[in-house]
């Protein structure tokens, strides 16, 4: 009895030491992996020769996906679209196959750049970068050149801007650029701002940078951004390139023009709408009137008009601006008419840098100044003048703001009358100022300026202008005071053709934008605070 009661505890013992062992020995999972795959053999092999086969398959050490392909692979030379298949194209394999369907180029280095599209199966570890090379040659290209991009007017570039290199020979002209693909191609990815041509041949070239939209290797001014470096590049060379990528104005083009109400059509325009002219071919009655306002969101002018006959069934225009001249029929329909509404520019609180403005959505052809009053809280009147700008359809009122003060706006019958003779009734604004205090001031001193005029903003972190000066000569600082806390960024625009205006570049005409030097900090401005800070010219 006492061997069985012996031999029973010893068992019980052992078993819950098993249970224990077993516990302490449950994997927890281990640490997750961070080791992107790595290639281990291909076929051909890397910096194959003579290459004049269909296929290339890459093996790796584990299983991997491949993702966003289109958008992660270059190819330099390109090989025109459907001209290679790449598999795996879902799911996941230890090799990537190519399939070659195009004819390569002859005595060629070709380089294959995954960017980060190869990511392992389980952690997605990306096999970053990644480049196949051949030659269908009997050597490797093995030149190099590099640079950085830069936005001309943003400060910082766009992600995924592709860099060309066009060979300057027999067949080159300012022209290839939107017909032909280039000699050699890189991409800055979504990471970096610098980008590198590597295996590249001695020769010159024309160096060109693109935000692609198509992703088509061609230009086209009304989608792509385009960036240019204006002399020859020379292969080899020492040199590191900048490239400004700007959005030309496309050349004017009008498009089709609709009839949106009963009294309005709308003419929409690709490029600009200075010396834009809509001319009236149809024949009308004498009391036909017209007027055109911009549409203030669109690229779109808004034709009114009124003492049209009622039998009118449609009316052609004439649309013109130097060397474009179409003409346009427009039906006639039974559309609902626009009454006159009045949008005021601030409810509430009036920033003590800006100015109060109504604007309407019908022509304004008439303002009466006499019936309009301003009172501060202590209902003394305050002197104002007003200021009607036609362009932008609006009527600005001018007084000098006090802080910490409440604006009682009021505007009677009649102050605004539009084309079709409607009025507006009645206006009531209630505004007021904030204390300075609330504020933040910015004293600003310029080094290394050596070229004038310049336009000074403050911009806000999506770069819209909060406040801006034209300055025409050096001064020892520049004051810009009352600005809203927020984070800002101060840019200077060396106004080259003095228009008081940023200008952007064109790639034809060989105009490289207007430069643009930020302050690289973004200022987070506090309420009360006087901010001192210089703006470096380099």
């Known amino acids: 009895m006492k061997h069985r009661l012996l031999f029973f505890s010893i068992a019980t013992l052992l078993f819950l030491s098993l249970i224990n062992c077993a516990k302490r020995g449950i994997p927890s999972g281990g640490d997750p992996d961070t080791e992107p795959p790595k290639m281990v053999k291909s076929q051909p ?11 290339i ?14 958008k992660q692979l270059i190819i330099s030379p390109p090989i025109k679209e459907g001209g290679y298949i790449v598999y795996p194209q879902g799911g996941t394999s230890k090799y990537i196959d190519i399939q070659i369907t195009d004819t390569l180029q002859e005595n060629t280095t070709y380089s294959f750049n995954f960017g980060q599209s190869i990511v392992d199966n389980n952690e997605e570890n990306p096999y970053e970068y990644f480049k196949y090379v051949f030659s269908t040659g009997s050597y490797i290209d093995s030149l190099e050149v590099g640079g950085v991009i830069k936005d001309a007017l943003k400060n910082s570039p766009e992600t995924f801007v592709s860099v060309m290199l066009y060979e ?12 032909e693909t280039p000699t050699y191609i890189t991409n800055t990815l979504d990471s970096v701002s610098d980008f590198k041509l590597s295996n590249l041949r001695a020769g010159k070239y024309k160096m060109v940078a693109m935000k692609d939209v198509a992703n088509n290797y061609l230009f086209n001014p009304k989608t792509d951004k385009i960036g240019y470096i ?8 020492d040199s590191s390139y900048t490239i400004t990528l700007f959005q030309e104005i496309p050349e004017f083009r009008a498009t089709r023009p609709a009839l949106v109400s009963k009294e309005m059509i709308v003419f929409g325009y ?33 034709y009114w008009f009124k003492h049209l006959p009622q039998k009118t069934d449609s009316l052609i225009f004439k649309v013109s601006k130097k060397n474009f001249e179409k003409e346009f029929t427009v039906k006639m329909k039974e559309l609902k008419g626009d009454s006159l509404q009045i949008k005021p520019s601030h409810r509430g609180n009036l920033p003590l840098t800006e100015n109060f403005s109504i604007s309407a959505n019908t022509p304004i052809v008439a303002t009466d100044e006499s019936l309009i009053s301003i009172e501060n809280k202590d209902s003394v009147a305050v002197a104002f003048t007003s200021k009607f700008i036609k362009e932008e359809n609006r009527l600005e009122i001018l007084f000098e703001k006090e802080e910490s003060q409440r604006y009682k706006i009021k505007m009677l019958p009649k102050t605004i009358t539009d084309f079709f003779g409607e009025v507006n009734d009645t206006l009531d604004y209630g505004l007021s100022t904030k204390a300075k205090k609330d504020y933040a001031n910015i004293k600003l001193t310029l080094q290394n300026a050596k070229e004038y005029p310049l336009i000074i903003q403050i911009v806000n972190e999506k770069l819209e202008i909060l406040v801006e000066k034209y300055v025409t000569e050096a001064q020892p600082s520049y004051n810009f005071p009352n600005i809203e806390p927020q ?13 008081g205006k940023w200008d952007t570049g064109n790639y034809l005409k060989n105009i490289q934008p207007e430069r643009v030097v930020y302050n690289p900090k973004k200022i987070e401005l506090r309420a009360n605070w006087d901010w001192d800070e210089t703006l470096i010219f380099k």
């Open 270 to 302: 690709e490029g600009e709408a200075k010396d834009m002219k809509i001319d009236l071919v149809s024949k009308v009655s004498d009391s036909f009137q017209y007027s055109i306002t911009q549409d203030p969101e669109k690229d779109t002018l808004r």
């Open 168 to 179: 300057i020979d027999s067949t080159y002209n300012d022209s290839t650029i939107y017909k």
């Open 57 to 70: 398959r890459i093996y790796f050490d584990e299983y991997i996906k491949v993702k966003d392909i289109r």
């Open 487 to 499: 984070n800002v960024y101060i840019r200077a625009i060396l106004d080259t053709n003095k228009n």
């Open 45 to 55: 092999e890397e910096f194959t020769t003579n290459f004049d086969e269909k296929r």
């Open 230 to 237: 204006e002399e020859e590049v020379t292969i080899p060379t």
